[in-house]
């Protein structure tokens, strides 16, 4: 008996021994295509439609009512649908940003291809806003100064293109050169330093914007700008938005 467990011990000793560090194992994978091909399961299905269909019912509520449609390319240096969001950032991210720190935002900037879907003729629900803003991004405020500000106004005039303000005026000649500016109707004064209300994807420097990375504080609000849209449906009976003078270019 004696013998024979030490004959079994030694077996198991050389088994183990085997195994090296230097073993390879081959480990394959393969693509499985996710399509209507895959039938659902019955029991997982019925734990889920209740769900969906609670919130379906909450996306598809009807908060407000916009009497046209709205586009990103229905415009030059502004658009309606543009104005809207940048007016809507404003409005809503304004009083959270001064209960926080006694300061008002001077004034918007965003990005045009944030907004990813047209606002249709009709009922608005929260649903338009996932469409319009399917991203995670948050309203943020830069504090600037002026001379960023002045970089500001030059990247626009070079991009010339329909990225969403509010509260801010520039007005180009027909060369592109910036011949006017103001923040809420008051001349640009590049020797102060501006609050300026952005998105957490530009004030990294996103689409070029690298301005924003001279900021000397950035305020985050942890308010999103879908959010901020949804809180301005839920109050505004009827969307009328219009292109303006917020951002031109003269003929002459």
Same mark, same amino acid.
């Given at each position: 008996?004696?013998?024979?467990?030490?004959?079994?011990?030694?077996?198991?000793?050389?088994?183990?021994?085997?195994?090296?560090?230097? &073993?390879?194992?081959?480990?394959?994978?393969?693509?499985? /295509?996710?399509?209507?091909?895959?039938? %659902?399961?019955?029991?997982?299905?019925?734990?889920?439609?209740?769900?969906?269909?609670?919130?379906?019912?909450?996306?598809?509520?009807?908060?407000? !009512? @916009?009497?046209?449609?709205?586009?990103?390319?229905?415009?030059?240096?502004?658009?309606?649908?543009?104005?809207?969001?940048?007016?809507?950032?404003?409005?809503? %991210?304004?009083?959270?940003?001064?209960?926080?720190?006694? @300061?008002?935002?001077?004034?918007?900037?965003?990005?045009?291809?944030?907004?990813?879907?047209?606002?249709?003729?009709?009922?608005?629900?929260?649903?338009?806003?996932?469409?319009?803003?399917?991203?995670?991004?948050?309203?943020?405020?830069?504090?600037?100064?002026?001379?960023?500000?002045?970089?500001?106004?030059?990247?626009?005039?070079?991009?010339?293109?329909?990225?969403?303000?509010?509260?801010?005026?520039?007005?180009?000649?027909? &060369? @592109? /050169?910036?011949?006017?500016?103001?923040?809420?109707?008051?001349?640009? *004064?590049?020797?102060?330093? !501006?609050?300026? %209300?952005?998105?957490? !994807?530009?004030?990294?420097?996103?689409?070029?914007?690298?301005?924003?990375?001279?900021?000397?504080?950035?305020?985050?609000?942890? !308010?999103?700008?879908?959010? %901020?849209?949804?809180?301005?449906?839920?109050?505004?009976?009827?969307? /009328?938005?219009?292109?303006?003078?917020?951002?031109?270019?003269?003929? *002459?």
């Amino acid at each position: 008996m004696k013998f024979k467990n030490i004959f079994l011990v030694l077996g198991l000793l050389l088994s183990f021994s085997c195994k090296t560090p230097s &073993d390879v194992y081959k480990i394959e994978g393969k693509n499985v /295509n996710v399509n209507d091909s895959i039938q %659902a399961k019955p029991s997982i299905e019925s734990f889920i439609k209740p769900y969906r269909e609670n919130i379906n019912k909450d996306l598809d509520s009807i908060l407000a !009512y @916009a009497v046209d449609t709205y586009s990103k390319s229905d415009g030059h240096l502004n658009t309606a649908i543009g104005n809207l969001m940048a007016d809507v950032v404003y409005d809503e %991210a304004d009083p959270v940003f001064f209960k926080r720190t006694g @300061a008002h935002i001077d004034f918007v900037l965003l990005n045009h291809g944030g907004i990813r879907s047209i606002i249709s003729k009709g009922p608005i629900t929260k649903r338009t806003a996932f469409e319009m803003m399917p991203f995670e991004n948050s309203i943020v405020v830069s504090k600037l100064p002026g001379a960023q500000v002045k970089e500001l106004l030059d990247y626009l005039a070079k991009a010339k293109r329909a990225h969403p303000i509010s509260q801010l005026k520039i007005v180009l000649d027909k &060369d @592109a /050169n910036v011949v006017e500016s103001s923040i809420k109707k008051l001349p640009i *004064d590049f020797n102060k330093t !501006y609050y300026i %209300a952005t998105n957490d !994807y530009l004030i990294n420097g996103g689409d070029g914007m690298d301005f924003f990375k001279a900021s000397e504080e950035v305020i985050v609000l942890d !308010y999103k700008i879908r959010n %901020a849209l949804i809180d301005y449906f839920m109050k505004t009976d009827t969307l /009328n938005p219009v292109m303006d003078d917020r951002f031109i270019q003269l003929k *002459d």
